[in-house]
């Protein structure tokens, strides 16, 4: 089984609020905390690679994006999880950064403090980026989640959205099938139901 799981934050654990700056607008998407606690349950750890873009633009600042995640915190703890870490990009796209999913400099940033083997972790998230992401870091699985605007991503790139987990091939969103495997799934609590059996 996989050690790590690296979530993407809007859309994913928490509703997608467009440039949320306000800790009370945080509001978990049902079932991401027990998603946390079964694999935490079973020996796995997550983590939070976030693109913050609304920094870079001047939308609202590193404290706001701080406060927010406390409050995420805060209600994973009410629910007996907790997150590992976190990592966020704070660029604007025009910055060409390297660290805006779907390129890999947070996992670069997360695995070299931790010390993580990309052979142990799984990627969930909302968008084409965070699969990409998983991708690029040679990640074992990457899957993308039908909340948030994932059932939009999954129409668009005519990815599998029935019902339940469904592998794909990375070639329709245009990337290379290397060793990562990738899948659909309802929400955060199936994906992480399907690792545990892995
Ligand atoms: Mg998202
Ligand atoms: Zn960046």
Redesign the pocket.
Known sequence: MIRFLFADRDGTLIADKHYLSDPDKVELIPHAAEALKLLQDNGAKTLVVT?QSGI?RGYFTEKDLFACQDRLAELLAEQGAALLDYAY???APE?N????KP?A??WKQLSEKYGINSQDCAMAGDKKEDVLFGISAGFRYSCLVLTGKGQKTAEEYGLPCDSGIREFSADLLGAVQGQTKCFVAPDLRSFAEFLITR
Request: charged share 15%.
């Open positions: 693109n870079g990009c704070p660029h910055e950064c390297a660290c805006r390129l400099g947070m």
